[in-house]
């Protein structure tokens, strides 16, 4: 596959913005930085951050087992799927193909950056139905966006499915994995090399707990990785987040624990939700959620909310009528979520 075919003509003849940390080569000496206009008083974040993120990649690179070289790091998972619509996809002409029910961003990124959107809708198991995809093709589709798990509906996609759609298209095949941690199936990380197309996302927001530092991970080939890097804003990640991720990652340990943790209480949850009267149906996760059919989704959306309990409403979604997605709190929260819902008349 050539992946230099699929690059817009613009992005492939720019010349990057070569910023003042990226042009210099320290040779072991002390040096003194006069290069940035930055301040030179020392308040721990007066100087500009290393734009390639070199310290966090390279844990992310052991803890993955993967090499730094097929790492991109971004503002949130959304700064990494932007950048590929931005490196692949001509606005006004080319397109992509997405799979509802499922993550909104896809969708948005595809309107902001006038990008057609084919929606191939999954089947009523929320399985990727392979042939319409592969129809749904032609030579102006650029990426193909798999969820899986899949957000909302928390199923993870049959393996069969995804080897068909990576071995039949010649484009981008996107894996976004943010909720791959709580699922017992292989991540693909593995398979990074069996195929060039291959783009993974992850992020550091679910299991790892730090939605807040906004951090994406996108593994891909070296070659797709090097395009990305030549587009990324050049400090895309602050020095707090760099630092505060490595902090916390020392202590993957305890990141293990309480996904195992969210995992035994989504089990505890499914049985306790099936018990609720008004409970018609809970659908099989593989995530850190639960999607659950309702008598009707926006009454128990409305009630929880006045016994002060958020959860999403998902009822406008395709083929999620009535359906309610439940993310999995602490065993306390947990308690007082059954509590509001046995409540509810
Ligand atoms: C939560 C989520 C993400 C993570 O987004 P961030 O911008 O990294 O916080 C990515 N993809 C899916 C499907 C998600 O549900």
Do not use: H
């Amino acid at each position: 596959m050539e992946i230099n075919k699929l690059i817009r003509k613009n992005i492939a003849k720019m010349k990057p913005y070569s910023s003042a940390r990226d042009e210099f080569k320290a040779n072991g000496k002390t040096m003194l930085f006069l290069d940035a206009n930055e301040s030179p008083f020392e308040n721990g974040v007066n100087r500009y951050p290393d734009p390639q993120q070199k310290a966090v990649k390279r844990v992310v690179s052991q803890l993955k087992n993967i090499s730094e070289n097929q790492i991109l790091l971004g503002n949130g998972s959304d700064e990494v799927l932007d950048l590929l619509f931005r490196a692949f996809c001509e606005p006004n002409q080319d397109n992509i193909i997405t799979l509802p029910p499922t993550y909104g961003m896809y969708s948005v990124l595809a309107n902001l950056n006038a990008v057609d959107n084919r929606e191939v809708f999954l089947s009523e198991e929320f399985t990727p139905i392979t042939d319409s995809i592969l129809e749904a093709i032609d030579n102006k589709t650029k990426i193909i966006f798999l969820c899986s798990p899949n957000n909302p509906t928390g199923n993870s996609f049959p393996e069969e499915s995804v080897v068909k759609i990576l071995e039949n298209f010649k484009g981008i095949v996107v894996l976004d994995e943010a909720y791959i941690d709580f699922s017992d199936k292989e991540s693909w990380l593995n398979k990074i090399n069996d195929y060039p197309n291959l783009v993974i996302v992850q992020t550091f927001s679910k299991a790892y707990g730090m939605a807040g530092i906004r951090m994406g991970i996108l593994y891909a080939s070296k070659m797709i990785i090097a395009i990305l890097n030549k587009i990324k804003p050049p400090y895309n990640l602050n020095i707090l987040s760099q630092e505060k991720v490595l902090s916390i990652l020392s202590l993957s340990e305890s990141i293990k624990s309480k996904t195992g943790c969210l995992i035994s209480e989504k089990d505890m949850l499914f049985k306790q939700l099936l018990q609720i009267k008004f409970v018609q149906k809970t659908y099989p996760s593989d995530a850190n959620f639960i999607l659950v059919k309702v008598d009707n989704a926006n009454l128990r959306y409305q009630q929880l909310l006045e016994k002060g309990v958020v959860i999403r409403n998902r009822t406008n979604e395709p083929l999620c009528e009535n359906c309610l997605r439940i993310t999995i709190g602490t065993s306390q929260e947990n308690i007082k979520l059954i509590d509001a819902l046995k409540s509810l008349q």
